[in-house]
């Protein structure tokens, strides 16, 4: 530990006696300064032990030494050494009643022990303590390393936790909480999870200090990872800030977790290519050599049924990450949901494009609809409103097995063509099957193409010389019941008869043709909420 003024009033040599505040000697001393200025507050940074002789100060004024040892208190000075014999006899009761007042620790220093010798033991002291916490640091990264490389994470914050005399935990790239030591700091590390996700916002390295006196512990979270966005983060609970030896240690353990990341990353960009080859091969029909080249990595997940998953970033995103990094988050977030489930799942960036494959009902499906759910809340709150940084456009295809891979393929293209035109973040394959046809007719190219196919009949009926779309519509929903359609209209089924000539002749097209039928009815349909 660092020296105290109680271990500078037991060292042998230095012979000094207390002669005001006892109750505080054991401050940790930083420094031993000399200075006779009347006012040394300026050139003090807290901590120190000032020597004086008194030599420009008027130590027998009670008011005049108030005033210096308060400002001596109020700048952190941790005690007070009066050398007697040399200006003064013994020190003046005016600065031994200040100083008890305060309270400040007051030191009388004989005239045979000279301030240099004070001076050298605050030095040495202070030297055997920095060499204590470098030694106990080295012994800290042994003992830390070698619990990585036999016991990987866990072992390794269990032996950071004892070495700080506190907790740590590891959150992967989603945030969550993957190990924590003790076991009971699970719940504590949890709850820092928002914390966490700030963090990972600011490029790696980052560390930030949550909590202090007001709060249970105080804790420091620090990001994993070499690359502009952190791959993890480490929490490291302590009740007071660490010393010199705790901060090795941590400073250890952020190394050692930071090569297990960087070693993991580059095991994840080699499974990720032999996912790529998997995937052309189940696209190109050849589900068989696709197990064998999934071997034990992905073949688990081509033994079930699984979802393919197509995502895009938003085009034209206004502010924020760019598409790369939007996916890459949901990459994460999916990783880290099947990692934690003991799922596997295929993870392949397409240019802008992220093609996933998971399995039907697991983890990672759950999780993409998850974020896909924040992301729609996160449309219509306050704080996102007018920003599109994190969006991006999903489609989730059906259940499907390895050899209609190419079928869930296209599922997933037309699910995310649908988000996309609905302006949804993730549109699932099943919603098209058990909807309607009906609202896919809101497009822009539908309603033009049903204006222009109907608008000469509009024309027709704008002059006042029939009621050609009405007669039409009618006709068509009593598909072709000459009597039906007759008594909807309130006319005679001779009179529809003619109106419906009129309408071939105008369109130019055979009603007798099913073709003719279907695009027309369509057309009224399109164009019903416009005219």
Not at 20 to 47: I, K, Q, T
Not at 241 to 251: F, K, M, N, S
Not at 268 to 290: F, K, N, S
Request: some cysteine; charged content about 25%; hydrophobic content about 45%.
């Amino acid at each position: 530990m660092p020296p105290t003024l109680a271990s500078l009033v037991h060292h042998s040599a230095l012979k000094l006696t207390v002669r005001a505040g006892a109750d505080r000697l054991d401050v940790p001393v930083r420094w031993a300064h000399v200075s006779e200025l009347a006012d040394p507050v300026p050139y003090m940074e807290g901590g120190e032990l000032l020597l004086i002789t008194a030599l420009k100060l008027d130590a027998e004024d009670p008011e005049a030494m108030r005033r210096y040892v308060r400002r001596l208190a109020g700048a952190g000075v941790v005690g007070l050494g009066f050398a007697v014999g040399v200006n003064y006899e013994e020190i003046p009761k005016a600065l031994v009643d200040a100083c008890a007042d305060e309270p400040l620790p007051l030191l009388e220093v004989p005239r045979r022990t000279p301030f240099l010798a004070i001076s050298k033991a605050v030095s040495a002291a202070i030297a055997a303590d920095q060499y204590r916490a470098v030694t106990a640091g080295f012994a800290a990264q042994r003992e830390l390393t070698k619990q990585a490389l036999n016991s990987g994470p866990e072992g390794l914050l269990t032996a950071l936790a004892a070495q700080v005399d506190g907790w740590a935990a590891l959150y992967d790239a989603s945030g969550t909480v993957v190990a924590a030591a003790p076991d009971w700091s699970g719940r504590r590390a949890a709850r820092l999870t928002g914390e966490v996700e700030r963090l990972r916002e600011r490029p790696a390295p980052a560390s930030s200090v949550v909590g202090g006196p007001e709060h249970e512990d105080r804790v420091e979270l620090h990001s994993l990872g070499t690359g502009r966005r952190p791959r993890a983060a480490l929490a490291v609970g302590t009740a007071a800030a660490p010393g010199t030896a705790e901060r090795y240690a941590v400073h250890s353990a952020i190394a050692l977790l930071t090569l297990t990341t960087e070693r993991s990353r580059s095991l994840h960009a080699a499974e990720q290519r032999i996912g790529t080859a998997v995937l052309r091969m189940l696209l190109a029909g050849e589900p068989d050599h696709a197990r064998a080249v999934a071997g034990d990595l992905y073949g688990g997940l081509l033994d079930a049924p699984f979802r393919m998953i197509v995502a895009d970033p938003v085009p034209g995103a206004r502010t924020g990450a760019s598409g790369g990094d939007r996916l890459g988050t949901l990459a994460e977030i999916l990783e880290a949901a099947a990692a934690r489930s003991g799922e596997a799942v295929l993870v392949v960036p397409e240019g802008e494009r992220l093609v996933v494959l998971a399995a039907d009902g697991g983890a990672a499906v759950a999780a993409c609809v998850a974020r896909a759910a924040e992301l729609e809340a996160a449309r219509t709150s306050p704080e996102h409103a007018g920003t599109d940084e994190d969006e991006i456009v999903v489609g989730l295809s059906a259940p499907a097995g390895p050899i209609a891979a190419a079928a869930a393929y296209k599922q997933a293209e037309q699910s995310l063509s649908v988000a996309r035109r609905r302006g949804r973040v993730l549109v699932e394959h099943e919603q098209l099957a058990a909807g309607s046809v009906l609202p896919l007719l809101a497009d822009d190219a539908v309603k033009a193409f049903a204006d222009g196919l109907l608008r000469p009949l509009y024309e027709h009926d704008a002059t006042g010389r029939g009621d050609l779309v009405a007669s039409l519509r009618a006709w068509l929903s009593r598909h072709g019941q000459w009597d039906a359609a007759a008594a909807d209209l309130g006319v005679h089924r001779h009179t529809l008869r003619y109106r419906m000539r009129r309408v071939e002749e105008i369109l130019g097209r055979s009603l007798d043709d099913p073709d003719v039928r279907m695009e027309l009815w369509l057309a009224l349909k399109a164009t019903s909420t416009d005219q």
